[in-house]
């Protein structure tokens, strides 16, 4: 026979009352319709701006037989009627060729046309990662419990920030999660070419592609037909967008971005975590040698920690979703560039921490992870810079979305099956 102590008793029946209070439900329900009218309201002004701009924009100049990464957009703005926005404005196309591949059918479209045809894909990308969600936890997560989610997720800051800049975000999940649906299923195979493609579109999810070429529905298994397939499968991609377009890519584009994501303030990377105290010793202004090897170390630092990343979820980790959505953070955790609208990635681990959280542990636990959710969404604290005493407790305070998803990461371990104690079952299914 189990044991509860009276007091987590007590306390699972609190969170039951509230959470099936009708009131609760709707304050929430409200809430989110209130932050989904913001988004709506910045969208016709969004529609003449980055990033949607230059996505059109360059993708107008891959149509035309012309090379993107050669061409300074800054000129071509006005041309289709766009807003260029001075120092934060795109000169340099910033995606790999396979997007402008795939953008394509849209650019084809009049500039306002396209901006709502794109919208359109972002939304339906939405609803398939709440969707398959819903299906992926089925016997962790309630109905209820999943149209609280769906509140928290279109509430959040990061997906405001995903449409305020009409970002390609919501595609890369849904291929991911596209891609864990196909594993689960046990189409091993399907998934990795999906997961190669989100590379393909957006390079840091290739993160992700070694789990899946391992990772069975019981085991890590070595399968040499799949890596064969999927390395074939970018290869092609390689040689269909033109391998001279790839090499300007990276001369071009790739290595401006990594010195770019150094010395900003909307970059809650461990690698920016790690180069921006530096740059902030020379007021941001940093010197040229100091440009040419801090953003290396930094880069290196989240490499190292994404191999340990990987080992722990190797070692440690037993449950497939838990391990998935482990490095689904650490990819987040680790890049040289995680900007805040990259926090969409965690639409389905923040759902899995929520569903898997055992009973006998709830009410502690659920406040860690109310606050975790909420850290990963203060985003930006410049609006209020002048409120720290120096740049440095600035930086500290800057941080806290990086705090919140290295606290996600080790709640992962907190909820792992082999620590779990009692009835082990997660208890947000208990909850009809």
């Known amino acids: 026979m189990v044991y ?60 035309s037989g012309q090379n993107p990464y050669a061409e300074n957009l800054a000129p071509f703005y006005k041309t289709y009627g766009f807003i260029y926005e001075g120092e934060t404005g795109t000169v340099t196309a910033p995606n790999p060729p396979p997007f402008f591949f795939l953008f394509a059918p849209v650019a084809m479209l009049g500039s306002n046309q396209a901006f709502y ?38 509430g959040s800051q990061w997906i405001y920030g995903h449409f305020f800049h009409s970002q390609v975000g919501l595609l890369l999940v ?14 091993y195979t399907h998934a990795c070419v999906l997961i190669a493609l989100a ?34 499968f970018i290869f092609l991609w390689f040689f269909i967008t033109g391998i001279q377009n790839w090499i300007d890519y990276y001369n071009f584009s790739f290595r401006y971005l990594l010195d770019g994501s150094f010395g900003i303030g909307y970059n809650y990377s461990l690698p920016s975590f790690i180069v921006n105290p530096v740059y902030a010793a020379y007021e941001f202004k940093p010197p040229q040698e100091i440009v040419q090897v801090w953003p290396r170390i930094g880069a290196a630092s989240g490499l190292i920690v994404l191999a340990i990343c990987y080992l722990l979820s190797f070692w440690r980790l037993e449950d497939r979703d838990i391990e998935f959505c482990f ?13 805040g609208h990259y926090f969409v990635f965690l639409i389905f681990p923040i759902a899995v921490a929520f569903a898997k959280t055992p009973q006998a542990l709830s009410k502690k636990l659920l406040l860690i992870l109310v606050l975790i959710f909420l850290a990963l969404n203060l985003h930006d604290l410049s609006a209020i810079s002048f409120l720290f005493i120096n740049r440095y407790v600035f930086l500290m305070f800057n941080y806290i979305p990086l705090y919140g998803l290295i606290g996600l990461m080790l709640y992962y371990f907190k909820i792992n099956p082999v620590k779990r104690e009692g009835n082990g079952k997660s208890f947000r299914k208990t909850y009809k």
């Open 4 to 63: 509860s102590h009276p007091d987590n008793i007590g306390n699972t029946a609190a969170i039951n009352r509230l959470y099936n209070n009708p009131l609760t439900a709707v304050v929430l329900g409200l809430v989110a319709i209130l932050l989904i009218a913001r988004i709506v309201f910045i969208l016709p002004e969004r529609s003449s701006r980055d990033d949607f701009a230059h996505y059109y924009i360059a993708s107008q100049i891959y149509l």
């Open 117 to 154: 045809a794109w919208l359109a894909v972002q939304f339906f990308c939405l609803v398939f990662i709440l969707w398959s969600t819903r299906w992926l936890l089925k016997e962790d997560l309630s109905t209820r419990g999943w149209l609280f989610l769906c509140a928290a997720v279109v």
């Open 174 to 187: 849904a291929l991911a999660q596209a891609a864990l649906c196909l594993n689960r299923l046990g189409k």
């Open 199 to 232: 590379g393909l579109i957006k390079i840091f999810p290739f993160v992700l592609l070694p789990w899946f070429l391992f990772r069975e529905k019981e085991k890590y298994r070595f399968n040499a037909s799949r890596i064969i397939i999927s390395a074939a």
């Open 327 to 339: 490095l689904i953070s650490a990819m987040l955790l680790c890049g040289a560039r995680t900007l």
